[in-house]
């Protein structure tokens, strides 16, 4: 996986107290990013999904009942 490289900045005191605990800073912040990521998209597509909600398809309740047979 290619990565890059990028700088942000955390509150002075959080800094301190996560070298005082041996916080992996840099993983920490790649975990939050990707749990932010997760949820934008979570929320993106129920988003999508609200705008043009899946209408009812008569030609699947034919596929379904072929089963019945």
């Known amino acids: 996986m290619a990565t890059t ?22 993983a920490a912040a790649r975990q939050g990013v990707l749990d932010a990521v997760r949820s934008a998209l979570g929320e993106a597509d129920r988003a999508a999904y609200l705008r043009d909600r ?7 309740e034919e596929v379904e009942a072929w089963g019945d047979r």
């Not at 107290?17 to 916080?23: G, S």
Request: charged share 30%; no cysteine.
């Open 5 to 26: 490289r990028t700088t942000f900045t955390l509150d002075q005191e959080l800094a301190q107290q996560a070298r005082k605990l041996r916080v992996n800073v840099s």
């Open 54 to 60: 899946e209408q009812p398809d008569e030609f699947w």
